[in-house]
């Protein structure tokens, strides 16, 4: 059964930064495309700075929140390693994240040598270092979520640690959902599952990765979806279809 409730569409601008990162200059101007998506109705703008600043920087950090932070109706969210410390000009995710008061940050088990988030937390072994990280966070007023994958163990130990949300990592289910077999099955089947031990939980639901057009639509049966953030698919659509209608295409999903 599709859920009745609109989920939000978090864009992540990360791949605007890793193309304007390939030249000296600010082309293309990340803050000018997040103003488009907005524009276009995205609901929240979503970056992802790595000490490595290979594709978000502090400065695009802080430029985005002076944009969104005024803006009610859209949140602004950042995900990274919250043990990322400073080096160089990158101050430590977690100072990063203070200086901007994000509505939203997303916490992430990723390394800095990793190319890109590839699981979620196992809190059996970390969840003790990210409870006061939670409180930390919290205490400024910004909304916790902690990247998590579809296991209702886990996600009873977020509770525990005190998250507000968790956002399901979508790598497999999205790896799985061409074949359109058993093993996409049992990928839905796990997601709906784990989302209705996070509503019992009364933790919030957001999810993210390897999402796309075709793979959202099935997605999105999944109750209580808050907020998807959606980056990789989003830009190679809008180099087809220009960004505008790339980002509408998805909202249409996210509302469906
Ligand atoms: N969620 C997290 C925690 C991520 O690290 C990323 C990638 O930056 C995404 C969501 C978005 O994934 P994608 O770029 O594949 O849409």
Redesign the pocket.
């Known amino acids: 059964m599709t859920q009745k409730h609109p989920t939000a569409l978090s864009v992540?601008l990360?791949?605007i930064a890793l193309i304007r990162n390939s030249r000296e200059g600010n082309f293309p101007d990340v803050i000018e495309h997040a103003k488009i998506c907005i524009q276009a109705g995205a609901d929240g703008i979503?970056v992802?700075p790595r000490p490595d600043q290979r594709h978000i920087r502090p400065s695009d950090v802080t430029a985005l929140a002076a944009l969104v932070n005024p803006m009610p109706s859209v949140e602004f969210n950042i995900?990274g390693n919250p043990f990322a410390e400073p080096i160089g000009d990158f101050p430590g995710f977690l100072e990063l994240v203070e200086q901007a008061k994000p509505d939203q940050c997303?916490l992430?088990p990723?390394n800095n040598q990793q190319l890109?988030?590839d699981h979620g937390f196992d809190l059996k072994q970390s969840g003790e270092q990210l409870k006061p990280i939670i409180k930390r966070l919290q205490d400024k007023g910004i909304r916790v979520s902690l990247?998590m994958d579809p296991d209702p163990e886990q996600i009873a130990l977020a509770k525990e640690v005190g998250a507000d949300r968790i956002?399901l990592?979508t790598?497999p289910y999205a790896a799985a959902y061409p074949e359109q077999g058993q093993a996409f099955r049992d990928q839905l089947e796990q997601h709906k599952a784990a989302a209705l031990c996070a509503a019992e939980l009364g933790l919030g639901l957001n999810a993210?990765?390897?999402?796309n057009l075709d793979n959202l639509p099935a997605y999105r049966e999944i109750k209580d979806l808050l907020e998807v953030?959606?980056?990789?698919?989003?830009t190679v659509d809008a180099l087809h279809q220009g960004i505008i209608p790339a980002v509408k295409a998805y909202k249409a999903i996210c509302q469906g």
């Open positions: 992540n990360n791949k979503t992802h995900e997303t992430v990723d890109t988030s990247f956002e990592y790598g993210g990765h390897d999402l953030s959606i980056g990789h698919a989003l």
